[in-house]
């Protein structure tokens, strides 16, 4: 089945410690997202990627990163994580477009910051 | 500032019938999603509605009224499985998408 993968579903880090979440998809899609989601709040984009067209998210903190190699991989690193980045970490893909273009979810990355 | 606005918790019983508000004030519209997120899973898509009126899919429905930005979300039969949050989502102009914070739906027996 086409399908969005993240690895690992579970990461536990120490303060300052970098961290890389990473994110595959059979699905072909030519958009990719990186989602940040806390406890009963909306999720807050904070990269996505047009192929291979980089738009970084104003308010994204510059702690934060992300890569792209090819269509089917996408990385986000963190490089120093803080207690207050202790969250789940969604990465969805879409194809662009002005229609519905449904975002199709990954099952998260659980990211704790000790 | 872009808002969308769902309550933030709705108890119902199994077996009935529940809906679920959102009210949004973006920079235009094209388009409003809702998805469906299980405790610590990822959001799935549930409905898509560009113009105004109802679309059904099983048990499941949503209402837009573009004029009064408004929509809806009705479930109908109640399962223990449809305890859940339900995250109301506007596309704007510049085809980004809005999220609202979600309604955490709780089914009793």
């Known amino acids: 089945d086409a399908m969005v993968i993240q690895n690992p579903r579970y990461q536990v880090t120490q303060f300052g410690k970098p961290v890389t979440l990473s994110c595959s998809q059979t699905?072909?899609?030519?958009?990719m997202y990186w989602y940040q989601q806390k406890s009963s709040q909306a999720p807050k984009l904070l990269f996505h990627y047009y192929d291979k067209d980089f738009n970084n998210e104003a308010d994204t903190p510059d702690n934060f990163q992300s890569r792209r190699p090819n269509t089917s991989f996408c990385f986000l690193d963190i490089r120093s994580p803080g207690l207050g980045d202790a969250a789940m970490y969604l990465c969805a893909t879409s194809i662009s477009g002005t229609g519905a273009n449904v975002l199709t979810f990954g099952a998260g990355s659980r990211l704790t910051v000790l | 500032g872009q808002n969308i606005d769902q309550p933030t918790e709705m108890t119902a019983t199994e077996g009935a019938i529940v809906q679920i508000n959102c009210t949004y004030q973006?920079?235009?519209?094209?388009?409003l999603f809702w998805y469906q997120q299980h405790a610590g899973e990822a959001p799935t898509f549930l409905s898509y509605n560009v113009l105004d009126g109802l679309e059904e899919k099983g048990r499941f429905s949503s209402f837009l009224s573009r004029s009064k930005g408004y929509s809806y979300l009705l479930l109908k039969e109640l399962q223990m499985k449809d305890s859940a949050s339900y995250l109301c989502a506007v596309k704007d102009s510049n085809y980004q998408l809005i999220w609202g914070a979600g309604t955490k739906l709780i089914i009793k027996p």
């Open positions: 973006t920079s235009g519209f094209n388009g």
């Open positions: 699905l072909n899609h030519n958009v």
